[in-house]
Every structure is written in structure tokens, then in C-alpha cells.
């Protein structure tokens, strides 16, 4: 038996792309707990639909540090994006460098966005949108 192809020819990925994103100043308790009752959700997704999960971040103290520690314990693939602090002028041109890098290198299937309301979170799921790729905002309190 062939295996499934796309519309382009290419074999259909087999993975389930999940890029997360969140504040630094996102409160620890409850943004582990939300974070963990979403990845649990994918577990058993994944397992249902027999696709590997695999959870991209920027490598930022806060959601990302929590997120890549959840998916760890989930055994769940990680991707870490770092931004180019020496390719830019400032941090925020290179972290949003960075949002826009991960979207269009890892072409995720969904965003999540543990929200506590800041802008780089704003601005790393407006880029997803951009790209047609589904965002779930997860409110999460500040510290």
C-alpha cells in the first residue's frame, strides 16, 4: 500500500506541530496547570490518531521553560527557537524575528497562546493568523 501523499506529492507529515507561546511574567502555578491540561489533551490525541507530538517554543524563561518541562514528562518531541540577539539592532527585533522563524520553518498545526497579555504573545499568534494556522488562547494570570 502507497503511502498517503498530499496535493503537492509530498508524503503527509505523520506529526502533530504544536507551537506554544506565552509571557515571562505569566504566574507559574496556574500556567503550569492550563499547560498541562492542554498537553494531556494532545497525548491523547496523539495517541488516537497515531501521530507523534511535537511542541515548538522560543526557549524564553516562563510559559516556554514550563511547556518544554510538560512536554519533556509527556515525552513529546521538543523544537527550541532561540532568537539571534547578534542578528538585530534590539531584543525585540530579534525575538520577533523569532516568532516569525518558527512559524515559517516549522509550519505548525495550531498555536497555543498561554496569554497573560503581553505583546510578544500578541505578536506570535497575529503571525500564526497571518499564516491561516488555528490559535487557542489559554488566558493565564501575571505574576
Given at each position: 500500500?502507497?503511502?498517503?501523499?498530499?496535493?503537492?506529492?509530498?508524503?503527509?507529515?505523520?506529526?502533530?506541530?504544536?507551537?506554544?507561546?506565552?509571557?515571562?511574567?505569566?504566574?507559574?502555578?496556574?500556567?503550569?496547570?492550563?499547560?498541562?491540561?492542554?498537553?494531556?489533551?494532545?497525548?491523547?490525541?496523539?495517541?488516537?490518531?497515531?501521530?507523534?507530538?511535537?511542541?515548538?517554543?522560543?526557549?524564553?524563561?516562563?510559559?516556554?521553560?514550563?511547556?518544554?518541562?510538560?512536554?519533556?514528562?509527556?515525552?513529546?518531541?521538543?523544537?527550541?527557537?532561540?532568537?539571534?540577539?547578534?542578528?538585530?539592532?534590539?531584543?525585540?527585533?530579534?525575538?520577533?524575528?523569532?516568532?516569525?522563524?518558527?512559524?515559517?520553518?516549522?509550519?505548525?498545526?495550531?498555536?497555543?497562546?498561554?496569554?497573560?497579555?503581553?505583546?510578544?504573545?500578541?505578536?506570535?499568534?497575529?503571525?500564526?493568523?497571518?499564516?491561516?494556522i488555528p490559535v487557542r488562547e489559554i488566558q493565564v494570570p501575571r505574576v
Amino acid at each position: 500500500m502507497d503511502a498517503q501523499v498530499d496535493m503537492t506529492g509530498a508524503p503527509a507529515r505523520t506529526d502533530y506541530r504544536v507551537l506554544v507561546t506565552g509571557s515571562r511574567v505569566a504566574d507559574p502555578g496556574p500556567t503550569q496547570q492550563a499547560i498541562e491540561a492542554q498537553f494531556d489533551s494532545l497525548a491523547a490525541y496523539a495517541a488516537d490518531a497515531q501521530r507523534d507530538v511535537i511542541i515548538i517554543h522560543g526557549g524564553a524563561k516562563g510559559v516556554d521553560s514550563i511547556a518544554h518541562e510538560v512536554a519533556r514528562s509527556r515525552l513529546f518531541t521538543t523544537v527550541v527557537e532561540y532568537p539571534q540577539w547578534d542578528a538585530f539592532e534590539s531584543p525585540g527585533q530579534a525575538a520577533y524575528a523569532r516568532n516569525v522563524l518558527m512559524v515559517e520553518r516549522w509550519q505548525p498545526d495550531v498555536c497555543l497562546a498561554f496569554s497573560a497579555g503581553t505583546r510578544g504573545t500578541a505578536h506570535q499568534m497575529a503571525i500564526a493568523g497571518q499564516h491561516s494556522i488555528p490559535v487557542r488562547e489559554i488566558q493565564v494570570p501575571r505574576v
